[in-house]
């Protein structure tokens, strides 16, 4: 179906994002076009947007600016836009009259109807198609892309929780879990092509199934995930704290594959912010949930995302926030700055937080973050970890660089012969943000 034209696709935001946007390109790969990463010479560049929260919003708005430039000088450029920030209430008519030289304005739910708005777009037309809900089933969309080590399957979409400051809800809909055999097809195919690694992707996995009859939940397709051979690992993301079962916790530490990462987002450590953002757990609950994680699997890392700036969050609120990456000892925390959404409650909740406070906030929740991620990789100094061997490393392609069960990056010494094979590495040195090794003869 070669037709010579080539396609950019750039993905913003989550790995559910990144997961549409290789949707797309294959979509696009049976309509004769070719992946590539030359904007300069695409036929068609498509973007699958992010609205999570201002700052990617500007940068996207920033890039389809830039992608304006280009057709000026390729006038035969097709630019489409997909995604959540085009499937925000009354979103589409404000971005069009912004931006009038896209082509296709695609909502999340129209990745399915993407051919045909495509070839519509490649007769000159200009197209714009936001469902408000899923039309199809989901499991017809293609599948990833073969050959990788890494991928990122989809379990489930869209989310129920309606955390208060949060859009998603909003523009991915209601949840819908994936049949577990279709999900155990994709993955064993995934395999047969040289996966040895997936990331299990839903806003909240541990909800997965919550619809099933006879019950099947997440810790049934993962262990059923954990009997695939040739698989080597299973990662998933992203856990809610308040629908962790400890049938969970069990399931991962008698699992062979699956790793002991938890990331579990906390977003405050303020019983009082935690109640307004409508989270249903409490701090002390959250603990318990970590204890039960230690008790059975001591060596297990923990992530976790945290908004400052949330409106209400007196000094108070934020230290015990602050206190929170002292008790947990997170390896790793993705930590944001609250932005406002339109159309969430939050964002017309009294007391919002000047910017100032917010980023005086952030920068010293970072502070306190990099010296326990630093703490937590100096104790991983002479101890012996299994690393999956990804490729050189980004900084020093001399190099090898892997992960470990915990999704801690080492760089170490090796013939490029084992990547995609598993290896004992020992840790000698602990930087700001890699660990350093020795892989350990056996
Ligand atoms: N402002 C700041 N951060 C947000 N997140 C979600 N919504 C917002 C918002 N309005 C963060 C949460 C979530 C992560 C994916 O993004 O921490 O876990
Ligand atoms: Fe947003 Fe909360 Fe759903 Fe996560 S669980 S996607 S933060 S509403």
Redesign the pocket.
């Known amino acids: 179906m070669e037709n010579g034209k080539k396609v950019v696709t750039i993905a913003y935001g989550c790995q559910m994002s990144e997961r549409d946007a290789e949707t797309l390109t294959e979509i696009t790969r049976d309509a004769g076009y070719k992946s590539s990463d030359q904007l300069e010479t695409a036929d068609l560049v498509i973007v699958n947007t992010c609205c ?1 929260r201002e700052s990617a919003e500007n940068r996207i708005l920033g890039k389809i600016g830039e992608l304006k430039k280009l057709k000026e000088k390729n006038p035969n450029l097709k630019i489409a836009i997909c995604g959540c920030m085009v499937q925000q209430p009354g979103a589409l008519e404000r971005l069009q009259k912004r931006a009038p030289h896209v082509d296709i304005w695609a909502g999340t739910h129209n990745l399915s109807d993407f051919s045909v708005l495509l070839r519509r777009a490649e007769q000159e037309e200009k197209v714009a198609e936001v469902w408000q809900e899923p039309k199809i089933m989901i499991e017809s969309t293609p599948l990833a892309e073969k050959g990788k080590l890494h991928a990122n399957v989809n379990i489930m979409y869209g ?5 208060s ?5 909003h523009v ?1 809909g209601r949840e819908r879990s994936r049949n577990p055999e279709e999900i155990i097809r994709e993955i064993n195919y995934l395999v047969a092509s040289g996966c040895r690694e997936v990331t299990l992707l839903g ?2 996995v541990n909800s997965y199934g919550k619809e099933f009859s006879p019950v099947y939940d997440f810790a049934d397709l993962l262990h059923h995930v954990d009997q695939i051979p040739l698989l080597l690992r299973i990662r998933y993301i ?1 856990s ?1 704290p308040k629908d962790l079962s400890d049938k969970l916790i069990e399931t991962v530490a008698k699992g062979e594959k699956l790793c002991e990462h938890f990331h579990l ?1 906390i ?1 405050s450590g303020s019983n009082f912010i935690l109640q307004r ?3 249903k757990y409490t701090r002390e609950y959250y603990l318990s949930r970590v204890q039960k994680i230690r008790d059975l699997l001591p060596q297990a890392s923990l992530s976790t ?1 945290i908004i400052v700036g949330f409106p209400g969050e007196s000094e108070e609120d934020f230290e015990q926030t602050l206190a929170m990456m002292d008790s947990v000892h997170y390896s790793q925390a993705f930590t944001f700055m609250y932005s406002k959404r339109s159309g969430t409650p939050a964002a017309i909740m009294e007391d919002q937080i000047p910017l100032d406070v917010k980023k005086r906030r952030l920068q010293r929740l970072m502070g306190v973050q990099n010296q326990v991620s630093l703490e937590w990789r100096q104790q991983m100094i002479g101890k012996v970890y299994e690393v999956l061997v990804e490729g050189p490393s980004k900084t020093n392609p001399t190099r090898l660089a892997g992960r470990t069960r915990g999704n801690e990056l080492v760089v170490f010494s090796g013939n490029p012969a084992i990547i995609g094979t598993l290896v004992n590495v020992r840790i000698v040195e602990a930087g700001s943000w890699t660990l350093v090794g020795d892989i350990e003869r056996s």
Not at 165 to 169: E, Q
């Open positions: 999570v989310c129920d929780n309606f955390c400051y949060c859009i998603v809800p991915r806003q909240n992203t809610h987002p977003q953002m409508n989270r995302d």
